[in-house]
T-cell receptor, first 114, second 112 residues
Framework: DADVTQTPRNRITKTGKRIMLECSQT?????MYWYRQDPGLGLRLIYY???????NKGEISDGYSVSRQAQAKFSLSLESAIPNQTALYFC?????????????FGPGTRLTVL | QKEVEQDPGPLSVPEGAIVSLNCTYS??????FMWYRQYSRKGPELLMY????GNKEDGRFTAQVDKSSKYISLFIRDSQPSDSATYLC????????????FGIGTKLQVIP
């Protein structure tokens, strides 16, 4: 079984709709991250969380929100989706010292906003 | 100027060739350097992780860091078709948690 899972794997939605992307992990890691990947721009950090009560904005958090429901679950919401949020979204996790910089990625969610 | 520059390719090589993948960076404070491999329709997976300058070898893969030139490389010896993927360099500043800065990735195709 995969250590980091994401649902859904693919999603097509319309402008203005609210959607949620979910991430679950069985690695026992405290740290979780949400990235988006765009051609020519690479991976960019949206939000990160070091534990259930510690959530931080990344470099491109506008238009997104997150919820850390438990150590193993971290959800990303688009409150009102817009076409330029069409991208590949990845969840990642990392452990504590000394390996906290080694991130493990989920399989990704391909989101299309029409 | 981007903090991390990486040629997107694609790079096509014959099976058995030695592959050299490279990144340059502008921030001399980067201390941790990584290479991720990403197969099509999959998430990135950590391939190599090095701290500061020097070389690190793992099987057919060698990661090299030259901090004086702000240049990192990944060498793949005896390349195989299964090495066909996108390779992303990544780096982190020193001290505590710092966000990971990724290159855009180089797409590699190894032709049988």
């Amino acid at each position: 079984d995969a250590d980091v899972t994401q649902t859904p794997r693919n999603r097509i939605t319309k402008t203005g709709k609210r959607i949620m992307l979910e991430c679950s992990q069985t690695k026992g890691h405290d740290r979780m991250y949400w990235y988006r990947q765009d051609p020519g721009l690479g991976l960019r950090l949206i939000y990160y969380s070091f534990d259930v009560k510690d959530i931080n904005k990344g470099e491109i958090s506008d238009g997104y929100s997150v919820s850390r429901q438990a150590q193993a679950k971290f959800s990303l919401s688009l409150e009102s989706a817009i076409p330029n949020q069409t991208a590949l979204y990845f969840c990642a996790t990392s452990g504590g010292l000394p390996t906290y910089n080694e991130q493990f990625f989920g399989p990704g969610t391909r989101l299309t906003v029409l | 100027q981007k903090e991390v520059e990486q040629d997107p390719g694609p790079l096509s090589v014959p099976e058995g060739a030695i592959v050299s993948l490279n990144c340059t960076y502008s921030n001399s404070a980067f201390q941790y350097f990584m290479w991720y491999r990403q197969y099509s329709r999959k998430g990135p997976e950590l391939l190599m992780y090095t701290y500061s300058s020097g070389n690190k070898e793992d099987g057919r893969f060698t990661a090299q860091v030259d901090k004086s030139s702000k240049y990192i490389s990944l060498f793949i010896r005896d390349s195989q078709p299964s090495d066909s993927a996108t390779y992303l360099c990544a780096m982190i500043l020193s001290g505590g948690y710092q966000k990971v800065t990724f290159g855009i990735g180089t797409k590699l195709q190894v032709i049988p």
